[in-house]
Nanobody
Framework: QVQLVESGGGLVQAGGSLRLSCAAS????????MGWFRQAPGKERELVAA????????YYADSVKGRVTVSRDNVKNTVTLQMNSLKPEDTAVYYC????????????WGQGTQVTVSS
């Protein structure tokens, strides 16, 4: 069992940056690949970024590639999403998730954190 708690969301102007963090509890955190999903109003939830259990392989959606970096610390049981050059279309609730690579069908979800980018 893994519990996930996101933090770091908020309101930022276009062009700004935010750093989302996900704190995990549970002994098996390092066994799972981790993903960040987002869901905007009226849209389906989409996978934004993912990272393997070791951190050796990462995935980024085309919509965020070059602006977002995912990383993890298996000692601190955290996964981080650094978002730069934010755009209004990045506005969404962001969710941390854990599962098997490539994290398309997560086993565990966080509660989500709101990111709002103003133009």
């Amino acid at each position: 069992q893994v519990q996930l708690v996101e933090s770091g969301g908020g309101l930022v102007q276009a062009g700004g940056s935010l750093r989302l963090s996900c704190a995990a509890s549970g002994r098996s955190f390092s066994s799972y690949a981790m993903g960040w999903f987002r869901q905007a109003p009226g849209k389906e939830r989409e996978l934004v970024a993912a990272i393997t259990w070791s951190g050796a392989i990462t995935y980024y959606a085309d919509s965020v590639k070059g602006r977002v970096t995912v990383s993890r610390d298996n000692v601190k049981n955290t996964v981080t999403l650094q978002m730069n050059s934010l755009k209004p279309e990045d506005t969404a609730v962001y969710y941390c998730a854990a599962g098997m690579w490539p994290v398309r069908l997560p086993l565990y979800w966080g509660q989500g954190t709101q990111v709002t980018v103003s133009s």
